[in-house]
């Protein structure tokens, strides 16, 4: 088994090490958004909690990671970091994404989950992407694990069987 990497809100990272995992915790509205390159085997996730950086330039220059359109950009630089600045074309890249769930707005005021699953969806759009595997939305948090090997994701949920996309 490989070095785990435990992602926090906001946080991102990548790793082309042999057997590598990234894991991020009880994803509510938050959504895990990953990148697997086919050719260099190297893997990202970020933990994006909010669409727009416009709210805070100043945490998203800290912090890119925790919005949706800083996030997709920091990604490809820690992938470019953890493979000595090779990233493949768009069509060597696999997306998938979870989480962006609506846990505690029962009324739907803020609809942070799936605006945070549209805003990353835009800026992936920018890079000609689109995610492969989408498990997002529902009332239930997730925890997320991204194995660098295999590219598989292993979801779970607190009463729920693990899955997987």
């Known amino acids: 088994m490989g070095k785990s990497i ?20 009880a994803l509510g509205s938050c959504v895990a958004v990953m990148i697997l390159d086919k050719k260099t085997r190297c893997v990202s996730m970020a933990h994006v ?40 074309p768009a069509n060597d890249l696999i997306v998938k994404m979870c989480g962006g769930a609506n846990v505690s707005d029962t009324n739907n005021t803020f609809n942070i989950g799936k605006r945070n699953a549209l805003a990353i969806k835009k800026a992936l759009w920018k890079y000609g992407l689109a995610p492969r595997a989408d498990d997002t939305g529902g009332n239930f948090s ?17 009463g729920k069987e693990n899955w997987k996309i």
């Open 6 to 25: 435990i992602l926090g809100v906001g946080d991102f990272g990548a790793t082309a090490e042999t057997n590598g995992i990234l894991k991020t915790y």
């Open 49 to 88: 909690a909010l669409p727009e950086s416009t709210i805070s330039p100043s945490k998203a220059m800290s912090l890119p990671g925790y919005f949706a359109d800083t996030a997709i950009p920091a990604l490809f630089e820690s992938m470019k970091r953890a493979t000595g600045g090779i990233l493949s």
């Open 142 to 158: 997730r925890t997320v694990a991204l194995y660098q090997a295999t590219g598989i994701v292993e979801i779970s949920s607190p």
